[in-house]
């Protein structure tokens, strides 16, 4: 990384510079499995240092094995914590690099800036702007904690204030079935339709979205068969403009064949957790 081959002893004034100088919103990129519980990680000597996750440490800085801290729910943020240190017997600036772009942290805005998502450090350490890459940022000391020195490790975090919708993952990150509901006849034909995550928490333990197309072919020509003309659907739990779920229809018909479904902000999963949303085609006769 290029970060990595260049001194990143920020003095106050410029940091402070950037901080100020405005905020970001990282993309969206697709997530990919990788190393975020391993062996502690360290940028001395190295012009290719091993990230942890989406942490990468600074010149001259090693980083311990975070605790990620993540919580039951991706219903409200959290901070991860984890030592910074130093092989030098001299002290030396330490410094994080946080790549925005992969979880926990994409979607995420900067310290500093007035939206409902923005990343933060906890003290003695703050987030600032890459002053050269905007899909990254920097976790730096503040108020006389700037510099770490062989034997006298540093505790520092990062915190995401309020929770982030979460990206799809890869689709080898869960299956997808789908059953007829309880309720499956005329006026009214179900189908529950079920998320499973298969992601081992030591490999990737944040929360990550799901996708798929639900075909409602089925239960319409069972209404049809039956006499009855479609009038609409039902979902349970309601998908709440994104806070559940995305349902987006893909035709235009009076009651749509086919529906997108994305994951929204309360019904991410985590690991082998599930998630299980009901499409119900009511009719009437006559």
Same mark, same amino acid.
């Given at each position: ?22 905020? %970001?919103?990282? &993309?969206?990129?697709?997530? *990919?499995? +990788? /190393? ?10 190295? @012009? ?29 943020? %959290?901070?991860? &914590?984890?030592?910074?240190? *130093?092989? +030098? /017997? ?10 925005? @772009? ?40 503040? /108020? ?42 005329a006026p009214e034909a179900c189908l ?95």
């Amino acid at each position: 990384m290029m970060i990595a081959r260049r001194v990143i002893a920020l003095a106050v004034s410029v940091v402070t510079a950037v901080l100020t100088a405005g905020s %970001f919103l990282a &993309t969206d990129a697709a997530w *990919t499995d +990788s /190393s975020y519980v391993t062996v502690q990680a360290t940028a001395a000597g190295s @012009t290719d240092p091993t990230p942890i996750g989406p942490l990468t440490p600074g010149d001259e800085t090693i980083i311990g094995i975070p605790d990620w801290n993540v919580p039951d729910e991706n219903s409200w943020g %959290f901070c991860s &914590t984890f030592t910074v240190s *130093t092989e +030098s /017997s001299e002290p030396v600036t330490w410094s994080v690099i946080i790549d925005m @772009t992969r979880a926990p942290y994409a979607g995420a805005t900067m310290q500093g800036d007035a939206s409902y998502t923005k990343l933060r450090g906890m003290w003695p350490a703050k987030v600032v702007a890459d002053p050269d890459d905007d899909s990254q940022a920097l976790l730096v000391g503040e /108020s006389g904690q700037e510099t770490v020195v062989a034997g006298q490790p540093r505790s520092v975090g990062i915190c995401i204030d309020n929770p982030l919708i979460r990206p799809p993952g890869d689709s080898s990150w869960y299956d997808v079935s789908v059953e007829h509901g309880t309720s499956w006849g005329a006026p009214e034909a179900c189908l529950d339709v079920t998320f499973t995550g298969k992601q081992d928490l030591d490999t990737y333990p944040f929360y990550f979205g799901w996708e798929t197309t639900l075909d409602l072919s089925e239960p319409l020509a069972l209404l049809a068969d039956a006499g009855v003309t479609p009038d609409g659907i039902a979902w349970s739990p309601d998908p709440s403009q994104g806070y559940n779920y995305n349902a987006t229809a893909l035709d235009d018909g009076r009651v749509p064949t086919k529906y997108r479904l994305t994951s929204g902000l309360a019904d991410s999963i985590r690991g082998t957790e599930s998630f299980t949303l009901t499409a119900c085609v009511r009719g009437h006769t006559g």
